[in-house]
């Protein structure tokens, strides 16, 4: 039973090129989400997925897209990576009102 | 949206002795109060939480204390040891869904 599993764990991105962060839980939730980490900000909710075939926005989606390819997996997408993207981000999983489940995170840098 | 904030930002203690971390929260409708422990390098792990309809929740040597009213929660970590070294984040929402986090406190517990 691995969790929520994350790919890549580190990736340095040049200002404009593209990524997809992968996301995968073995938990058989509902609910997954994507979070930024920034120092001294605390963790921040870009997009979430309450259920297979439903994604909305959370406090910054800006600059990102995400897809809920099946039950399992969840992926964010930059299209454009800037340097305000670098960051730490981490998926979650959960079933709705339960605790949220996090992954290992993927370190993010953009130059 | 919800607000939340946490203190101290840092916060060190010799082992044995009592941490205690607050937050308050903006929205009076969140019902949903979780704490994390985030070790370096890690993701966030869930360590106690409360709802709304609870005053006070104990598990072991952490206990978390809600104060709808004034709308500020706190965690208490008694007899406190080494492996206790971590930043911890405090949460809010409704529901359990869309957590808004603080800041973060950095624990260090002297030897």
């Known amino acids: 039973n691995a969790g929520v599993t994350q790919t890549p764990k580190f990736q340095v991105l040049k200002t404009g090129q593209s990524m997809t962060l992968q996301c995968a839980q073995d938990?058989?939730?509902?609910?997954m989400y994507w979070y930024r980490q920034d120092p001294g900000m605390g963790l921040r909710l870009i997009y979430y997925?309450?259920?297979?075939?439903?994604?909305d926005k959370g406090e910054v989606p800006n600059g990102y897209n995400v897809s809920r390819l099946n039950k399992r997996e969840f992926s964010l997408r930059l299209e454009s990576a800037a340097p305000s993207q670098t960051s730490v981000y981490f998926c979650?999983?959960?079933?709705?009102?339960?605790?949220?489940?996090f992954g290992p995170g993927t370190r993010l840098t953009v130059t | 949206g919800e607000n939340v904030e946490q203190h101290p930002s840092t916060l060190s203690v010799q082992e044995g002795d009592s941490a205690v971390i607050k937050c308050t929260y903006s929205?009076?409708?969140?019902?949903?109060f979780p704490w994390y422990k985030q070790e370096l390098g890690k993701g966030p792990q869930l360590i106690i939480d409360?709802?709304?309809?609870?005053g006070e929740k104990k598990d072991q040597r952490i206990a978390v204390t809600l104060n709808k009213t004034a709308k500020h929660f706190s965690l208490h970590i008694t007899e406190t040891q080494p492996e206790d070294s971590a930043v911890y984040f405090c949460?809010?929402?409704?529901?359990?869904?869309?957590?808004?986090f603080g800041s973060g406190t950095q624990l260090t517990v002297l030897p």
């Open positions: 979650a999983s959960s079933e709705p009102t339960y605790e949220q489940y």
């Open positions: 938990m058989n939730h509902n609910s």
């Open positions: 997925s309450a259920s297979e075939g439903t994604t």
């Open positions: 929205d009076s409708a969140s019902n949903y």
């Open positions: 409360i709802r709304s309809n609870v």
């Open positions: 949460a809010a929402s409704r529901a359990a869904r869309q957590l808004t």
